[in-house]
């Protein structure tokens, strides 16, 4: 037995090494190749009209994120107040810019826990104000045969990912990386 295990330890313990920081590496490509323009095309439909669109969301944008609220105004979106127009507009650059931090490996960090807040609160407006709780195709469950519900099977590997992030760093070619080397003349460890 402790041959066994001196030998497990000797082929899996230099592998683990090397891994270690190939693993948020992976985890920002598999984001980027799965996730990235995911996040950008949904943020695109909440663009409002011209350059000012940036900072005045389009109305289908208030509808995906206040679905019961613009319902209830007749889809009137001068009806919302500040609060509303504030949640959508962050929402909107958070799917822009949190996305884009991942992929470049820059405060990746907090980018992957924002992240995880925002995929938090679209699955509960999923569920909740988009009506989502009510087929249980969508809502989905764990444990079960069927591995591909929106929410609780997809949206888990997200989080796996986005938590991977948030433990360990960026890894590998990250401007994380880069910086703590360069600028900050601190050891590597994001």
């Known amino acids: 037995m402790d041959r066994l295990i001196f030998l ?9 090494r090397l891994f270690d920081s190939l693993v948020p590496l992976l985890a920002r490509f598999v984001f980027a190749a799965t996730l990235l323009m995911y996040f950008w095309s949904s943020a695109m439909t909440k663009l409002g009209d011209g350059i000012m669109g940036i900072f005045i969301p389009s109305t289908g944008a208030y509808a995906q994120v206040f679905p019961k609220q613009m319902e209830a105004v ?3 979106v001068s009806q919302l107040g500040v609060f509303h127009w504030a949640v959508v507009l962050a929402g909107t650059w958070a799917e822009f810019i949190l996305p884009l931090l991942i992929v470049i490996g820059l405060f990746t960090r907090l980018a992957a826990l924002g992240m995880i807040g925002f ?5 509960l407006t999923d569920l909740y104000g988009h009506g989502g ?3 249980a195709e969508t809502l989905g469950a764990w444990f079960d045969r069927v591995p591909d519900s929106v929410i609780l ?3 888990a590997f997200w989080m796996l990912i986005l938590v991977t992030l948030v433990i360990k760093g960026a890894g590998a070619l990250s401007l994380d990386r880069i910086l703590s080397r360069q ?6 460890t994001a």
């Open 74 to 76: 007749v889809y009137d």
């Open 133 to 135: 709780i009510e087929h």
């Open 183 to 188: 600028v900050l003349g601190a050891p590597a």
């Open 153 to 155: 099977d997809q949206r």
């Open 8 to 16: 497990h330890t000797s082929i899996f313990a230099p592998i683990e």
């Open 119 to 123: 995929v938090v609160v679209q699955s």
